[in-house]
């Protein structure tokens, strides 16, 4: 739909309701976007046109859904990308607010489009995959018996948060983080923990049964066991069977509409 120029700087209405929103500018061209993308990119666009401030609120999830034309749920997905990079923040029982100024917002225009774009979400799992393969072989090789103890550790802590998926997350992400630790290379850790970070937007929404939960448990202890046993081809290929699983949870949830 065509959406008018936004209007001058300033706070939005204390009635929530939305602003008008300009052309996007952030939006780079010939990818394809959910609506939840779409979203972000509209709510970037308000932002990097200087029509709110540090501090200002959000419109209300309704009024948002209702400008753009989509589901609430798209809404709830963009401010929780924008969330996680730390643009916005949700004070609970009050709104969501913006965080960063304009000068913040501008260097993180790469980050946003291989976060928000579906076709680069699906580009960035082949990148993490990799990397998780080499830290797993890497730390196979060169872990030592502290280290092994420390990563079955962590698929135990895995095992008694089973039935809460917040705290599975948590621990599903030491495991991957101490993993690379063990690996031995300062580089690798630092492109895997962008990776995920780029990623995590998706993590909470991509382990969302118990299923999906107890299949990922018994990769991690397939991984931490063939790297206990310092076995590095099996690390390897355990770890490129739970990255082709992880990466189908991560591509359903980063496609789910409503």
Same mark, same amino acid.
């Given at each position: 739909?065509?959406? /008018? /120029? ?12 939305? /602003? ?14 959910? /609506?939840?993308? %779409? ?9 990097? @046109?200087?029509?709110?401030? !540090? ?7 309704? %009024? ?9 749920? $798209? ?17 609970? @029982? ?12 501008? !260097? ?115 991984? $931490?066991?063939?790297? @206990?046993?310092?076995? =590095?081809?099996? =690390? ?23």
């Amino acid at each position: 739909m065509s959406i /008018p /120029p936004p209007p001058s700087a300033g706070p939005v209405a204390d009635d929530g309701s939305a /602003p008008r929103f300009g052309p996007g500018r952030v939006v780079p061209e010939g990818l394809s976007r959910s /609506p939840s993308s %779409a979203v972000t990119y509209r709510l970037l666009d308000l932002l990097l @046109g200087e029509s709110m401030r !540090p501090g200002d609120r959000l419109p209300g999830e309704r %009024a948002l859904a209702e400008e753009l034309g989509v589901g609430r749920s $798209a809404v709830r997905e963009a401010i929780s990308a924008l969330e996680v990079l730390g643009v916005v923040e949700t004070r609970a @029982g009050s709104g969501t607010y913006l965080r960063s100024n304009t000068s913040e917002l501008l !260097p993180s225009t790469l980050s946003w489009s291989l976060l928000m774009d579906q076709e680069r979400t699906a580009e960035l799992t082949v990148v993490r995959n990799a990397l998780e393969r080499s830290a797993a072989r890497s730390a196979a090789l060169g872990a030592t018996e502290e280290q092994r103890a420390k990563l079955m550790d962590l698929v135990a802590q895995q095992r008694a948060a089973a039935d809460d998926a917040e705290g599975y997350v948590a621990a599903d992400v030491a495991f991957h983080r101490e993993l690379a630790l063990m690996a031995g290379n300062s580089l690798l850790g630092e492109l895997l923990a962008t990776t995920r970070s780029l990623l995590r937007v998706w993590f909470d929404r991509a382990v969302d049964n118990r299923e999906d939960i107890d299949r990922a448990i018994a990769e991690h202890d397939e991984i $931490a066991r063939a790297i @206990g046993d310092g076995d =590095a081809a099996a =690390a390897a290929e355990a770890m490129e069977r739970h990255m082709t699983t992880a990466t189908e949870r991560i591509l359903r949830a980063s496609s789910a509409t409503d």
